[in-house]
Nanobody, 118 residues
Framework: QVQLVESGGGLVQPGGSLRLSCLAS????????MGWYRQAPGKERELVAT???????NYADSVKGRFTISRDGAKNTVYLQMSSLKPEDTAVYYC????????????WGKGTLVTVSS
């Protein structure tokens, strides 16, 4: 099992910045990909950014150039640096860890709320 705990959410004004952190514990050696997803009120959960254990990174088009995902293997932590935030970035942000061994297993954190408002 893998446990994920997010932190860093909060209220920020449009144009501002926030950094989210996700600490992984448990069987972290088996994780292939970590990432961030978000779910806005009334909408489905969507991918924000992912990073593999080999450093390959993928971003949603809506956040390219504004968000940066990074991973600290020594600390078992993945970060999401968010800049130039917009009201439409308001959502609950969830950390995800994916293990691919014969089958795909996803682990999720409980989420952290990001509110972009003046």
């Amino acid at each position: 099992q893998v446990q994920l705990v997010e932190s860093g959410g909060g209220l920020v004004q449009p144009g501002g910045s926030l950094r989210l952190s996700c600490l992984a514990s448990g069987r972290v050696f088996s994780i292939n990909t970590m990432g961030w997803y978000r779910q806005a009120p009334g909408k489905e959960r969507e991918l924000v950014a992912t990073i593999t254990d080999t450093g390959n990174i993928n971003y949603a088009d809506s956040v390219k150039g504004r968000f940066t995902i990074s991973r600290d293997g020594a600390k078992n932590t993945v970060y999401l640096q968010m800049s130039s935030l917009k009201p439409e970035d308001t959502a609950v942000y969830y950390c995800n860890a994916r293990r691919v061994i014969l089958k795909v297993t996803d682990y999720w954190g409980k989420g952290t709320l990001v509110t972009v408002s003046s």
